[in-house]
């Protein structure tokens, strides 16, 4: 209850990074990673069972409308039941109730039903949707899990900006700069000082993974300018588009030279520039449609945003890079079209953990820096480019390859002669109600799986989508047909397309009918 009884507005957030929307529609929930939207707050009202000693909370949405766990479920045959926006009716008062249960530094809401409120990951429906359920598989334990974001009201700034002028505010800082007990009215966000001037003071809320403990800056420290090395060895590069992103392991070039600036009144956040003075931008164009990734680019906005700001957080002797919307920049791998592209997103999957670590090589220091806000840096010159070409410059950071050149030569030999994929990889999609699957000409999802078995496949289907008891089908060369998988899967170096059918859809019924169940 700690988390909600000091403030009066809140934000949640799931563990897919997105925010808990109350729709304008004044019926509907779902995730969206605005953050920033009045429709991401909701009003708490606290509520005593002293009988029981049980505390609840109740969550009201911009409309007006209290969050309610329904007993509709959210697909018929399913587990989870829908949650809405409703208006509030006496004698059910049970299903407005909502019991925090505290989980390390996050929360779970637990329903009038016994179950909790859940952030659905996965491809569709599921995808963004909230239920409240149970969360049965391994994958989706974390799916009951939220952050919780306190939000000043209006009347809550007017008494902040008064004590701000207070010697109580400082009093309530240690000498190190860290947040006294006495801010423990956020449990989940801590205070920083941003920037302190004699009139005012400014505050931003952040949460524990951009803390100091975990900032990647030193990576950056000083640095004019650097490259950055995926985990499949190959680096960042700037395309003489001037748009696009990619890997490669050549590392000589200009094109993966990129100049660091840092931005003015933070002490955690970078640009990164490239050759043709273009900066390494956060999209927000899908990189194939329906899939999680979104691409990165080069452009030149003519307002600086925070689509170009990276915030460094170190990872061992790696370094992530995190957009200011939760996403983290990826070098890809796998088969094309993913391969050697570069994209911002969240991994789901422990495969492809590693893909969002960097390694920094820093290429030139800037000397006479003492403070890490620099002026913008210009794009590199030709005359630079043309001696930086010539000569590959060493890297201060202790895991920087030596004999690089040596270590290109035999790596693109590795990858030619040496890689060796373990398993099999399947594509998949999901098929509508009515067996049709919309998007089955595109390449789709995939997943490597290492079996024969259908159950185990479908088992791994089932972790990976989130979905529960589905059918994995193949589609008949004959007829077009859709047919349930039911003998073991052709050996391991065969590639296979498959289609995967939820079980109380009309065609799992056709199935089951056709005895083919």
Not at 185 to 209: A, C, G, W, Y
Not at 289 to 308: E, W
Not at 464 to 486: A, F, Q
């Amino acid at each position: 209850m700690e988390f909600f009884t000091k403030t009066k507005s809140i934000k949640l957030r799931s563990h897919l990074d997105k925010y808990l929307i109350a729709d304008d529609d004044c019926e509907t929930v779902r995730q969206s990673r605005d953050g920033s939207t009045k429709r991401a707050k909701w009003t708490v009202e606290t509520v005593e069972d002293v009988t029981n000693n049980i505390h609840r909370v109740r969550l009201k949405s911009c409309n007006g409308k209290y969050l309610t766990a329904t007993d509709t479920p959210f697909l018929l045959g399913m587990t989870g039941n829908r949650v809405l926006q409703t208006n509030f009716e006496n004698g059910l008062e049970r299903k407005f109730d909502w019991e925090p249960v505290r989980d390390g530094f996050q929360v779970k809401l637990r329903s009038w039903s016994g179950k909790f409120l859940r952030a659905n990951g996965g491809t569709p429906p599921w995808r963004n949707s909230v239920t409240h359920d149970d969360p049965f598989g391994s994958a989706t334990q974390d799916w009951v899990l939220w952050d919780v974001e306190g939000v000043k009201l209006k009347e809550e700034n007017e008494e902040m900006n008064e004590l701000l002028f207070s010697e109580s505010v400082d009093s309530s800082f240690d000498s190190s700069g860290d947040v006294s007990d006495s801010e423990s009215m956020f449990p989940i966000s801590v205070f920083s000082l941003n920037s302190v001037s004699s009139k005012r003071r400014n505050f931003t809320v952040q949460t524990p993974s951009s803390n100091k403990i975990k900032t990647g800056m030193d990576f950056f420290h000083h640095a004019k300018a650097v490259r950055l090395r995926s985990t499949h060895d190959k680096y960042l590069l700037a395309e003489e588009d001037m748009e696009s992103v990619t890997q490669n392991r050549n590392g000589s070039s200009k094109n993966a030279r990129w100049q660091v600036e840092y931005v003015s009144h933070y002490d955690n956040i970078i640009r990164l520039r490239s050759c043709y003075g273009m900066y390494l931008t956060a999209s927000n164009q899908p990189f194939l449609l329906g899939m999680t990734g979104c691409k990165a680019l080069q452009t030149q906005p003519s307002r600086l945003d925070s689509s170009v700001e990276w915030e460094p957080i170190k990872d061992g002797a790696h370094v992530k890079l995190r957009t200011r919307y939760g996403n983290f920049l990826r070098a890809n791998g796998g088969l094309p079209p993913w391969r050697n592209t570069v994209t911002h997103d969240i991994p789901q999957r422990t495969a492809t953990q590693d893909w969002i670590l960097w390694d920094v090589d820093v290429l030139e220091i800037n000397v006479h820096s003492t403070v890490q806000k620099l002026p913008s840096v210009p794009p590199l010159t030709e005359e630079d480019s043309h001696l930086f070409e010539n000569s590959v410059p060493s890297s201060p950071v202790p895991h920087a390859k030596s004999n690089s050149l040596f270590k290109q030569q035999s790596n693109d030999l590795k990858v030619v002669t040496s890689q060796k994929i373990e398993g099999r990889t399947i594509y998949y999609n999901v098929a509508e109600d009515n067996g049709e699957v919309s998007d089955e000409g595109m390449t789709g999802y995939s997943l490597i799986f290492n079996g024969n078995g259908v159950e185990e496949l479908s088992r791994k289907f089932e972790e990976e989508t989130g979905l529960e008891g589905i059918i994995v089908c193949t589609r008949s060369p004959l007829n077009g047909k859709l047919y349930p998988l039911r003998l073991q899967l052709p050996p391991n170096n065969v590639t296979m397309q498959v289609v995967l059918v939820l079980p109380f859809s009309k065609v799992a019924k056709e199935f089951e009918a056709q005895g083919l169940l």
